[in-house]
């Protein structure tokens, strides 16, 4: 694991940092905590995944009807530990994060951001920014329509379902990759970070899938794609800033 390349990414988390801290309006955490739920995190997280969160949807109330014209309507968020019901079924700690297509929230492990932030310091925290903009980018396919019409080919097409699914995962990718768009023009990325970013958040992801027991639901379940086709994604996302840019359905990449 290469950890070269965070300078930017330390300046985000110190800009982001006083933009909370100065700006108390900033922050709109739609989150519902269960009891509990933040004991042992500390609230610089809370007040992390809440600007991140606000920034990529401010980003959408603009770019959705720019580019798609479509009005964007705001996904929640939910924090969880240990495990909360959805509409998709249990959360459990296990799954880690996951966006639910059925009550348009996102359900947020923090275990799984401290695992980041443990395992992999800066890049880490780049990492959740990343993996909150990738959820979100499950709600733009969801908006759009996308979600459902995959999910009716994969009903009538059982084989091609898990690479369905695969193409969907990189298009969320590619949908993060044009929120990134937008950081980059504020100067806020630094672009040798994007890499060991989403290779820390497939390597935590990956390993906890490995431990996911039975029965558990969990859209994120199915298979990401390579770490390489993640970022190779993120990248035509990143590069464009167009939604257009992310027909990963028709691709051979
Ligand atoms: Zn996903």
């Keep these: 694991m290469r950890m070269r390349g965070i300078g930017g990414w330390l300046a985000l988390a110190l800009w982001l940092g006083r933009a909370v801290w100065l700006g108390g309006g900033l922050v709109h955490a739609q989150s519902q905590l269960p009891a509990g739920a933040m004991s042992g995190h500390p609230d610089p997280m809370l007040k992390f995944v809440s600007f991140v969160l606000d920034d990529v949807q401010k980003n959408w109330d603009r770019v959705l009807p720019a580019q798609m014209k479509t009005p964007y309507r705001h996904a929640k968020l939910v924090l969880y530990r240990n495990s909360f019901p959805s ?102 990325v630094n672009r040798n970070d994007i890499e060991s970013a989403i290779h820390a958040a497939a390597a935590v992801g990956d390993d906890r899938l490995q431990r996911l027991g039975r029965g558990s639901v969990n859209p994120e379940k199915f298979t990401h794609g390579t770490s390489a086709q993640r970022v190779e994604w993120f990248r035509r996302g990143l590069d464009s800033g167009k939604l257009t840019a992310c027909n990963t359905f028709g691709s051979e990449r």
């Design 87 to 188: 509409a998709c079924g249990k959360a459990e700690t296990a799954v880690g994060p996951f966006y639910c297509p059925g009550d348009e929230k996102v359900y947020l492990d923090l275990e799984f951001f401290s695992e980041l932030k443990r395992r992999f310091g800066a890049p880490g925290e780049f990492a959740e920014a990343y993996v909150i903009a990738h959820e979100i980018g499950h709600h733009i396919q969801k908006i759009e329509g996308i979600e459902q019409k995959i999910r009716h080919l994969q009903e009538t097409n059982p084989r091609e379902a898990n690479q369905l699914s695969v193409r969907l995962e990189l298009q969320a990718d590619c949908f993060a990759g044009v929120w990134g768009n937008s950081t980059e023009q504020r100067h806020l």
